[in-house]
């Protein structure tokens, strides 16, 4: 056996001689290097522990063999998904599974009636395409943009309106599992029975003994029964015994919420809900949280469809968002609380019955604003955008080096007031000033998170939190309560379980465990556990790192719209990294310093495109793409700096040479220009020189310089017109001379004049420099736009329009400040040029049978997407966005420098592009145009390519 893939590390656990072998017999994709390990140390949870090996199962018949391989070597295994778990049951020091890569696939059954998905499908993917029949899935938890289905059914993880009714025990259809033992059992089997009997006559008899024996005792029943009658996620869930005869049904059943202490899920098909389109969303704003919770029976009473409490520090911190609501924004708190409220009606009469009916309870609720329930999409959105990013937003408010620790309990709805009363007091008792309480109010369902400092080396904390969870403990079950409604038990209540359920309950849970899972294999420490002291081990610390990665709470909501996540790192693991090369820092582990460092220039770095789309999911706006740009800037040489800020003076000429060595390339044999740039790389650095490949275009044409003393915008054409010339023989025509060239013509046929900074050719929007860190020639080119800008625009009179759509994010970046508006081309289009052209009777009936979509980073972060489809419109019949859409991660020159980035970015958008087989393609970047080229040998042009057609 060979050696493990350690570095000599004082501080990182040796991995057992001869594992990673064994593991790779059994699954071929196993990483054991320090950055593997250590980034998938790390999840939503406040626990931190190293797993010795991540592996990345292809199938289920490799995570069979990984069991047997797992028995063999007397290792362990632990699944992760989506890694949003909050309990700390999805990290592990034994062997690590990530599900994410290979197990997300989603199959769509039945007309929606059912959906199959892998265990790693995010729910809002699955939701998506669901929608279009009018369906989705029962549970809704507030996670839903990067939770998996690994996740919802290992937790049985509910949500803001699913309840008990709706959740995953309720609405699983079938399941496929994989035993410890390597048996798979495919519950949509007539005969699931019989097989589960006959290849596991231990298991199958010991199910139906226990069933037999808990429908005996009327004392269990009741106990059963009444634990289940809340949201309760507390050790197994026993009511699997009393609801189905079948031990495979009661196996299946059991599965949910294990927290994959008993089988691996290798696919969950569910029943779907059907979607209630009209909606209505409005916050009660109570003068303090009693006065909220006593109002509850009335709003249970309503049948609103959620009830979600934001107490005062809930609304402080949101207030902070410049994208949360007015409603929230303009409230003066003191000890305010909200209830964000939401009916949901089959039908528009239904509704508006329902909100008639509903003004006499406004009117009786102590309310300080008159209640307003919206129907409007925009304003809804924002509600629950301020609501489901909550947790985040309050734990990112934390001071540096804190943990933020949520607890999640569940008591009868007329017991909430005094519990949450009962909780104020234990915050003050503990001294958790800054402690906060959310949550599902509709179902006595509330969160709550305290803040505290683990320090190396003192137990402080540590001893204040356990004396803070034994009080909180004994506080909710003298209120009929329950300790986990809906995060699942996972380390931080597992020694708490016995105390819950009592000593008859837990001795059956043992025995499933037992039947289950003889050898112990599947996340030992998880749910059950005899160690009193589990919860307060293998605490999570944060050291003070820099301000990007201070801000992070590990959330993963970033993951699932990262276009490296499935090549190198996601956001989260490059920050998490950062951290772990400071703890090493501190420990004075200086070879796993340099190694984290090696492996991290290419893995967190080099194939980051700096797209920002993860601050678009990051509920504490985090860019990671900031971080990536300031190593950049780090670790780039003098002379680098000095050689841009050189091309920055002379762009005119220097984007010329990239167009001309393009064009030069492109008419020689492809071996010689390939080698060319091979050798380069090799010589100067695969950062430094960009890989040439035969897709790529002839260069283009110097941009244009227009005067016009009547105009009425100033044109900014984008520098990669320079550089690369347009897409050529499509359904825009041979010579469409590229989206300058039908911008301008569009303008003219519209009657709109425009004109050109007068040293145009020689500007840029600044994207090059500050995407790799280059501050000096950043800096000077953006004084020479500035200027030039300034000057031509009449001081800011004139809107700047730019025709790229990442050109028109660089130069809202670039202008800050300056009082200069910035127009991109598409928004100018569709809200100036459109109604123009239609006027005018230039515009024809939609000519394209289909087009495909392919919306860039810049412009979802912009917001230009609605226009993009606006002008798609009108030129096609049939519009597509591709579901499996995603940033292209071409990043300028990213994609050159790096094409296996790319490659992996647009792996499965690329197969739904190909299997739409549209007509025409058509984005808003030159770059990502090239990027989709490339991945689906389709071509790309700009859309206002194919308005200009369309109208010439």
């Known amino acids: 056996m060979g050696r493990s893939p350690n570095p000599v590390s004082s501080t990182l656990a040796e991995i057992p001689a001869g594992l990673v072998d064994a593991l790779r017999r059994a699954t071929g994709e196993v990483g054991a290097r320090a950055t593997d390990r250590l980034a998938s140390a790390h999840d939503a949870s406040h626990y931190l522990l190293t797993p010795q090996a991540v592996v990345r199962p292809r199938s289920v018949a490799e995570v069979a063999e990984l069991f047997r391989t797992v028995q063999q070597t007397g290792a362990a295994v632990t ?74 059914v290992a937790n049985n993880s509910s949500g803001m309106a699913c309840g008990i009714t709706t959740n995953t025990y309720r609405t699983l259809d079938s399941c496929v599992l994989v035993l410890p033992s390597g048996t798979v059992v495919d519950t949509s089997s007539d005969q699931a029975d019989a097989h589960l009997a006959q290849d596991e006559p231990d298991l199958h ?29 507390m050790g197994y869930g026993l009511n699997s015994f009393l609801d189905h005869t079948e031990p495979v049904r009661i196996l299946e059943h059991l599965v949910i919420g294990s927290e994959g202490t008993l089988a691996f899920l290798g696919e969950a098909t569910y029943r779907t809900v059907p979607i209630k389109p009209h909606v ?48 929230i ?43 307003q329930l919206s129907t409007d999409a925009q304003a809804r959105t924002a509600l629950w955008r301020t609501r489901k990013g909550l947790f985040a937003a309050v734990a990112g408010n934390r001071p540096p ?50 803040t505290e400092s683990f320090t190396e080396g003192s137990q402080e904390g540590v001893e204040r939190y356990a004396e803070f969870t034994e009080d909180m403990v ?114 004075g582990d200086t070879p796993l310093v340099r190694t984290l460092r090696q492996e991290y220039d290419y893995d967190g770095v080099d194939t980051c495109a700096v797209d920002g789309m993860c601050e678009t999911a990051c509920p504490v706006f985090i860019n990671t793409g900031d971080l990536v740009r300031r ?6 040489s003098g002379a680098e700096q000095r050689a841009w800020k050189v091309a920055a003076r002379s762009w005119d000429v220097t984007s010329q040479a990239g167009g001309f060595a393009l064009t030069v390339a492109g008419k020689l044999p492809s071996a010689l220009p390939r080698r060319g740039s091979e050798a380069a790389r090799r010589v100067l650095g695969a950062e430094a020189v960009p890989r040439w490949s035969a897709d790529l275009p002839s260069g ?114 670039l202008r800050a400040d300056a009082g200069i508006e910035v127009v991109d081309s598409v928004t100018f289009a569709a809200e100036r040029l459109l109604p123009a052209l239609r006027d005018l009777g230039v515009l024809p009936e939609p000519a394209l049978p289909s087009l495909t979509l392919h919306p860039t980073c810049s412009s979802t972060r912009l917001g230009l997407n609605p226009a993009f489809e606006a002008l798609a419109e009108a030129v096609a019949q049939q519009i597509h966005v591709p579901l499996e859409w995603e940033c292209c991660a071409f990043a300028g020159d990213r994609g050159m420098l790096h094409p296996e980035l790319t490659a992996s970015a647009t792996r499965a958008q690329a197969a739904e592009v190909r299997s739409l087989n549209s007509a025409a393609h058509a984005s808003t970047n030159r770059t990502c145009e090239m990027g989709m080229a490339r991945a689906t040998g389709k071509p790309y042009r700009h859309i206002l390519e194919l308005l200009n057609a369309a109208v010439h």
């Open 79 to 152: 699944f992760r998904s989506g890694g949003t778990s909050l309990s700390g049951q999805a990290v592990t020091d034994k062997v690590l599974v990530d599900v994410r890569r290979h197990f997300g696939a989603i199959e769509v059954l039945d007309d929606g009636a059912r959906v199959r998905c892998g265990p790693g499908a995010v729910l809002r993917q699955v939701n998506a395409r669901l929608l279009r029949y009018g369906r989705k899935l029962g549970p809704d938890p507030a996670s839903e943009i990067a939770c998996t289905i690994g996740g919802v």
């Open 205 to 233: 008899a010991g199910l139906a003994a226990l069933r037999d024996q808990l429908r005996a005792d009327p004392r269990s029943v009741e106990r059963i029964q009444q634990l289940h009658s809340l949201k309760n996620t």
């Open 280 to 327: 209505a969303t409005g916050l009660l704003i109570y003068p303090d949280l009693a006065s909220a919770t006593a109002s509850l029976p009335e709003l249970v009473s309503a049948q609103l469809a959620t009830v979600e409490l934001m107490d005062a520090t809930s609304l402080r911190v949101s207030q902070r968002d410049p994208k949360s609501p007015e409603a």
């Open 329 to 371: 924004r303009a409230l003066e708190v003191k000890e305010h609380c909200a209830l964000l409220v939401e009916f949901q009606e089959a039908d528009a009469q239904a509704l508006q019955d329902r909100l008639q009916s509903a003004n006499a309870l406004w009117d009786r609720l102590p309310l300080t604003v008159p209640a």
């Open 401 to 450: 080096g804190t943990t933020a620790l949520l607890e999640d309990i569940a008591v009868p709805v007329e017991q909430l007031g005094e519990t949450c009363e009962a909780l104020r007091t234990l915050f003050t008792k503990h001294g958790y000033r800054d402690a906060v309480i959310f949550g599902h109010a509709k179902d006595g369902n509330i969160h709550f998170m305290v």
């Open 474 to 587: 004994e506080s909710v079950l003298a209120r009929g309560g329950t300790l986990k409604a809906e995060h699942g038990t996972g380390r931080i209540m597992a020694p708490f379980v016995r105390r819950q359920v009592g000593d008859e309950l837990y001795a059956v849970m043992q025995r499933v465990k037992a039947l289950a899972d003889p050898q112990l294999i599947l996340n030992p420490g998880v749910l059950l556990t005899e160690d009193p002291r589990a919860h307060l081990k293998h605490l999570k610390t944060s050291p003070v790192v820099e301000e990007e990665v201070d801000r992070c709470v590990e959330c993963g909501y970033c993951e699932p719209v990262c276009p490296s996540r499935q090549l190198t790192l996601t956001p989260r693991e490059r920050i998490v990294l950062r951290r772990e090369i400071a703890r090493a820092e501190h420990a």
């Open 631 to 636: 190593l950049r800037a780090e670790t780039t």
């Open 700 to 813: 283009g044409r110097r941009r244009p310089v227009l005067h016009n003393d009547q105009a009425e915008a100033l044109w900014f054409p984008s520098c990669t017109q320079t550089m690369f010339g347009p897409e050529v023989g499509d359904v825009a025509g041979e010579n469409s001379g590229g989206v300058g060239k039908a911008f301008q013509q569009l303008c003219k046929t519209a009657g709109v004049r425009l004109r050109t900074p007068e040293s145009m050719p020689s500007l840029c929007c600044g994207t090059p420099w500050k995407s790799k860190g280059l501050s000096a020639g950043y800096d000077r080119m953006r004084q020479k736009v500035l200027e030039a800008v300034r000057d031509a625009s009449d001081g800011g009179r004139l809107p700047v329009i730019s025709d790229a759509s990442s050109c028109t994010e660089g130069l809202e970046v």
